[in-house]
């Protein structure tokens, strides 16, 4: 039989029983693996204790059942596997777990299993193991006769069991930190593919694009490098002073970063165009755009330059053939147009009725292909410059009164009224005479044209500020949110078969909001379909 060490040190405990508990506490404060935390506990434990049989149970996840993590059996050799799952109220341990209060037994004969050869009774203790309040196990030790285990071992098994559970304690602090580095680690892992997977596109794609945070590239492709001739390795990180640098050379006009500096200091969007010179000469779509995070807070910007050379070249080929064709129908336009009207008129003799009506509706139609050649070489020339606005003094209640004459033969036609109070003599706005007129005409007659039969149409003038604004009103279908802007852009119409019946080439709003804005103006609509539209003509006030 071993005997317990119970020498009679300062307080009534042994020099040796204070050995182990100090060892103990180093091995906890140096180790977190709690295996060998338990391992070498229960091999000091017979030092002090006479124990044969000592094991740490813990309780399984759904708290209905423990199992044994360590054993030791010096009987069956040292330590041992204790197979399965037990009933989380079997045995002195499992009461000790339910309990929640040590259990200590002097006399027990215990289960043939459990007692070794020649051993009648035996002694045991139970010690529940708490975290954070909750008993999620128990130690339990075993000694090969009865009564063992005094007060004074009683207590020393209690500080033991404190031990191994700030050994639980920490062990769980390193499973959490060590769970929550795995996720870190895994979402880190996670933003550096996509940084790689952005990159790559970024780098894929036919625009030069820069990141740009605190006056810095923090990104930058293959193709910015290539426009600022700057090795990809040495532009991130660098300076956007020393980008410009680099760039103001290449540009036709010298002031051309300007605007894009300005972009970089602030939170407003900057979309342009600008021309190189060097190293060849070309047009680029220029655009710098701020990076917001969800509150509003400025991460940084993007400037992005994109080679737009060959459309401008295709556009203005485009608009090319489109003025010189324009140019060559007007004029047998024209010629059919008199010929048409002599026969109509009986020049080359008596007409009969049923000729008479084919005529008219070859005029009609004729007329209405001389207009769209009209517009197609009126809005020629705007683009092309080639006839800029004769800016003036205008007031608006005389250029109104000419824009209604204009369409009143078609509101007659068409049986719509047209509301125009004339009480704007004193309101007098920056503009060309003859080029408002046109706008009034062009937004009056969309007006009508996409109104019901016997409809009005209303015209408001009306001061804002520094401004003067023509407010033209249509009870027609309207217009939905997502067409209100592509309804200004050249032979768009809204892509219904209702309206399509209005006909048009579609140029009138296209060609009104290019002089609205060689005015210095504005020109918007606003709707809510099934409501009719507004178009708003904003210009300076003279």
């Known amino acids: 039989m071993t005997t317990s060490l119970r020498g009679t040190g ?45 094991s740490v149970a813990l309780v399984t996840e759904d708290r209905t059942h423990y199992a044994i993590h360590t054993l030791y059996d010096r009987e069956r050799g040292g330590f041992v596997t204790e197979p399965g799952r037990f009933p989380i109220d079997r045995g002195f341990t499992g009461q000790a777990i339910v309990g929640g209060q040590p259990v200590h037994i002097d006399d027990f004969e215990g289960r043939p299993d459990l007692r070794g050869a020649g051993e009648h009774k035996v002694s045991l203790v139970a010690i529940p193991l708490r975290m954070a309040g909750q008993v999620i196990g128990a130690l339990t030790l ?26 639980l304690h920490y062990s769980q602090l390193l499973a959490t ?52 001739r700057t090795p990809r390795e040495s532009l991130v990180g660098a300076s956007m002073d020393d980008v410009h640098a680099s760039l103001m050379p290449m540009f036709k006009d010298p002031g051309a970063l300007e605007p894009q500096i300005d972009a970089l200091a ?72 008199a010929s048409l009207g002599l026969l109509a008129r009986g020049a080359a003799g008596p007409v009969p009725e049923p000729a008479h009506e084919l005529l008219d509706i070859g005029l009609r139609n004729l007329d209405r292909l001389i207009r769209m050649v009209e517009d197609l070489l009126d809005l020629s020339k705007i683009e092309r410059g080639s006839e800029p606005p004769a800016l003036g ?20 036609s068409r049986r719509v009224t047209i509301d125009a109070p004339g009480d704007v003599a004193t309101i007098d706005v920056v503009a060309d005479p003859d080029r408002l007129e046109q706008v009034l005409v062009n937004v009056l007659s969309n007006a009508i044209k996409f109104s019901p039969e016997g409809a009005r149409v209303e015209l408001r003038w009306r001061l804002t500020d520094c401004w003067a604004e023509c407010v033209i009103t249509d009870r027609g279908p309207g217009i939905p949110a997502d067409q209100l802007e592509a309804i200004f852009d050249k032979f768009r119409q809204i892509g219904s078969a209702s309206t399509r019946q209005h006909g048009g080439a579609g140029l009138g709003l296209a060609i009104s909001r290019q002089l609205v804005e060689a005015f210095g103006g504005k020109i918007w609509a606003e709707s809510d379909p099934g409501s009719g539209a507004k178009f708003i003509v904003r210009l300076r006030l003279a």
């Open 10 to 54: 300062s307080g009534g405990v042994s020099v040796a029983r204070l050995e182990v508990l100090t060892e103990l506490a180093t091995l906890i404060n140096t180790t977190f693996d709690l295996d060998e935390i338990f391992r070498t506990a229960i091999l000091k434990l017979p030092r002090v204790l006479s124990i044969r049989r000592a």
């Open 177 to 228: 930190i060590s769970h929550q580095r795995d996720q870190l680690a895994a979402k880190n892992a996670e933003v550096r593919a996509e940084h790689h997977r952005l990159a790559s596109l970024i780098d894929a794609i036919d625009s030069a694009v820069a990141m740009v945070r605190d006056g810095r590239v923090v990104f930058a492709n293959h193709a910015f490098a290539r426009l600022t």
């Open 266 to 337: 602030s939170t407003r969007q900057l979309r342009d165009q600008v021309e190189l010179v060097t190293p060849q000469r070309a047009t680029l779509q220029r655009t710098v755009a701020p990076l917001l995070d969800n509150r509003g807070v400025i991460l940084g910007h993007i400037v992005k330059y994109r080679d737009i050379t060959l459309e401008m070249d295709a556009g203005a080929a485009k608009d090319e053939f489109v003025s010189v064709v324009s140019h060559e129908l007007r004029t047998p336009l024209t010629s059919i147009k």
């Open 142 to 167: 075993g000694a090969p006769e009865a009564e063992a285990f005094d007060e004074e071992d009683f207590e020393l098994t209690r500080v033991i069991g404190r031990h191994i559970e700030t050994a």
């Open 393 to 412: 003094v205008v007031n608006a209640e005389t250029v109104t009164e000419c824009a209604l004459q204009t369409v009143c033969a078609l509101s007659e």
